[in-house]
């Protein structure tokens, strides 16, 4: 059993515990009830703000993915706008590390419900304001990351929040610099190669770890990082791991400078450089994320267009998909589910990845789907 | 039998950006054969029944599964490169097959199992091997073939 906030619950989860009328302490709803979008709705509405359910591992078997797709966008678009204001805030107050923490707290409830679902939302949205997204995004990333390395839960709050204010300092680099789609100046460079520092520097109240993490994030493990330069196990372990999570995601974005690369350009891109990261890391990272990403468009031998949606970790090159358009191009609806890993798909093989115009195309087609 | 493996070697080995793949001359070899120091093996069911293994030294399966694996460089020769080896094979065999069953000898395939290690040796039931040596860019690569119809 444990607590979960209220915003959080997803229909069919278990109540571990009878939910009561705050006025009267008559049940609302009793232990053992699986909860409904409606029943979440009763209990919100009651103002209640916290309740106990049963053990999640259960819960996350009996909830139903598309029930689930709707109500974690839901999450992802709300971390993003809280993501927003905590950093633009910044600028006017010192950020306070419970703000931080709470949000971290719900992303983690999330990435423990469905990790891979919260990864396929980090690419299957442009959002306006790359910087907030980012942020949510490398959050998430680093707790996968942090996860697979077998970290606490205390540790996971740490580098979730570290990753989530990581490129706070930003904020201190006027705006019209870092949408530049330009050469920068040599000023203009400085100012961006100091953004850990200001970053660091701007979280006052934080642990100390935090802000080393801040500070570093952009150091690189073959030392051509900036702005120390550090190298190897000079630089903080979790700012490592930030760094490559903050590689990974902006690839898969779009920049002023260049439209967002598909998964699989982001790890080759990472892999060309592989030389800047951990290797201990970069194994840990290609054992979450695989051979084909969550989110990578491909073709597979059948001749047909799918998407991946699960990864295996023991399996990196059989991934769980679904099947969007079939051989002739016509839009499957509702998209096949097929798992390459399953005996009877032994002859399917996916033939190769799709560029990034024909992810966009793709991307275009399914529009309101995501 | 043995020109659709041909073939499907050929065209997986292209699309990895091999262009110039030679054949050695296509043979028999009695069973057991011993293996390389990396071997691949995937069963085939259906009209034909049998194996195809895939037999290359760790360096050519290094760089096979290097490229397989996005230029990602392979320092040991560790679970993700052997996922690599096993995927190359099922893709070449299974490629093979659709070819096969063009012809129509319909059969399917069984997923890979991969023996790392020396003095491996090959042994079939009932048949010989037919043998494709093939010269990559990756290095050498043989493919033992032991096929044969299956009772109707």
């Excluded at chain 2, 659709?98 to 000898?105: A, H, N, P, S, V």
Aim: hydrophobic share 40%.
């Amino acid at each position: 059993m444990r607590t979960i906030k209220v915003l959080n619950l997803v229909p069919g989860m278990v109540l571990g515990q009878d939910i009561l009328f705050p006025q009267t302490g008559a049940t609302l709803v009793s232990a053992g009830t699986k909860l409904t979008v409606e029943l979440i709705r009763r209990i919100e509405a009651f103002g209640i703000k916290e309740v106990m359910i049963a053990q999640s591992d259960k819960s996350r078997q009996e909830v139903k993915e598309e029930e689930l797709i709707p109500v974690m966008t839901e999450y992802h678009n709300r971390a993003i706008n809280t993501a927003e204001e905590i950093i633009s805030g910044s600028s006017e107050q010192p950020i306070e590390e419970g703000v931080v923490k709470e949000l971290v707290s719900e992303l983690l409830e999330q990435v423990d419900l469905d990790s891979d679902l919260m990864l396929n939302l980090s690419h299957l949205k442009s959002y306006d304001n790359y910087l907030f997204s980012h942020c949510v995004n490398v959050s998430i990333l680093s707790i996968l990351i942090g996860e697979s390395l077998g970290y606490s839960s205390e540790e996971l709050n740490l580098i979730g929040t570290a990753a989530l204010v990581h490129d706070l300092g930003m904020m201190k680099v006027p705006n019209k610099i870092w949408k530049k789609n330009d050469v920068l100046t040599p000023e203009e460079l400085t100012l961006i190669k100091n953004h850990p520092v200001y970053g660091g520097e701007m979280l006052k109240d934080f642990p100390e770890e935090v802000v080393s993490i801040v500070k570093e994030h952009h150091e690189r493990f073959d030392g051509s990082g900036y702005p120390q330069g550090l190298k190897g196990d000079d630089i903080a372990f979790k700012a490592r791991i930030i760094g490559l999570a903050d590689v990974y995601d902006a690839c898969i974005s779009n920049r002023p400078y260049r439209s967002k690369l598909t998964p699989q350009q982001a790890l080759q891109i990472i892999f060309q450089d592989k030389d800047k990261f951990d290797p201990h890391i970069l194994k840990v990272f290609i054992s979450v994320m695989a051979i084909y990403p969550i989110g990578s468009l491909v073709q597979l031998s059948t001749g047909e267009i799918a998407r991946v949606v699960r990864v295996n970790k023991y399996q990196p090159f059989r991934p769980i998909m679904e099947i969007l358009f079939d051989r002739n191009g016509n839009k499957l609806e509702p998209a096949l589910r097929i798992d390459l890993d399953d005996d009877k798909n032994n002859m399917i093989h996916i033939k190769h990845n799709l560029s990034p115009e024909e992810h966009n195309s793709i991307l275009e087609k399914l529009g309101a789907a995501f | 039998m043995i020109n659709p493996f041909l073939a499907a070697s050929f065209k997986v080995l292209k699309s990895l950006g091999n262009e110039k793949t030679k054949k050695g001359e296509l043979g028999l070899a009695s069973s057991p054969v011993k293996g390389d120091e990396v071997n691949a093996t995937v069963g085939i069911t259906g009209d034909l029944l049998g194996q195809v293994i895939f037999c290359m030294s760790q360096q050519t399966a290094s760089a096979v599964a290097s490229t397989m694996l996005l230029g990602l460089p392979i320092t040991t020769f560790d679970e993700l490169a052997k996922s690599a080896i096993c995927e190359f094979s099922n893709i070449v065999t299974g490629n093979a097959i659709t070819e096969l069953g063009d012809k129509g000898q319909f059969c399917n395939l069984t997923p890979p199992t991969l023996f790392v290690g020396k003095d491996v040796l090959l042994s079939t039931k009932d048949l010989g091997f037919l043998v494709i040596p093939l010269k990559t860019g990756f290095g050498d690569i043989k493919i033992y073939i032991a096929l044969r119809e299956a009772d109707k």
